[in-house]
């Protein structure tokens, strides 16, 4: 037997679901009148919890909407819904933090640097002895970029 693979619109697959859905809520429903009494008010009691549960979730999830799309960066910052605490939530930005700090310190060590290999070069060339017509040869800036010993 070779499976076959039907594409329906989702309107078609939505009612085949529905359907579907249907015919197991009937099996289901035919199978409790033979389930002992106790056995059948655990399932409604499970039933009823797992309905709670659900209006729960769709509660939270109305409430995240409810930022107008901002994310969950948003929402953890902003303190909506239940959760982390205030200082949890401080307490996770500090490495956002500490990451630009670093950055600001490199960029200046790095600044540092060139100014330090700009005043090196400008050194050597007001302490030796180079006529001015040198500056404006074309091998001179080959001549200050060999590392002199």
């Known amino acids: 037997m070779k499976n076959e693979t039907v594409n329906l619109p989702s309107s078609g697959l939505e009612a085949v ?3 579907f859905a249907l015919r197991v809520a009937a099996h289901l429903n035919d199978a409790t009148r033979e389930l002992p009494h106790d ?3 655990r399932l409604k009691a499970a039933r009823e919890v797992a309905l709670e549960r659900a209006r729960l979730a769709r509660r939270t999830e109305a409430a995240g909407v409810q930022l107008n799309g901002a994310g969950p960066l948003a929402t953890m910052v902003l303190g ?3 959760g982390p605490s205030r200082w949890f939530k401080l307490a996770s ?3 956002i933090v500490a990451l ?12 540092k640097a060139q100014i330090a290999a700009a ?3 400008d050194a050597a060339l007001l ?17 200050l970029k060999v590392p002199r010993d």
């Open 100 to 111: 630009v700090a670093g950055f600001i310190v490199i960029d200046r060590l790095h600044v």
């Open 93 to 95: 930005l500090l490495p």
């Open 127 to 143: 302490a030796d002895d180079v006529p001015p017509t040198a500056y404006t040869d074309p091998g001179f800036l080959e001549y």
């Open 80 to 82: 909506g819904g239940p």
């Open 17 to 19: 679901q529905a359907r």
């Open 39 to 41: 056995v059948a008010e």
């Open 119 to 121: 005043a090196e070069i």
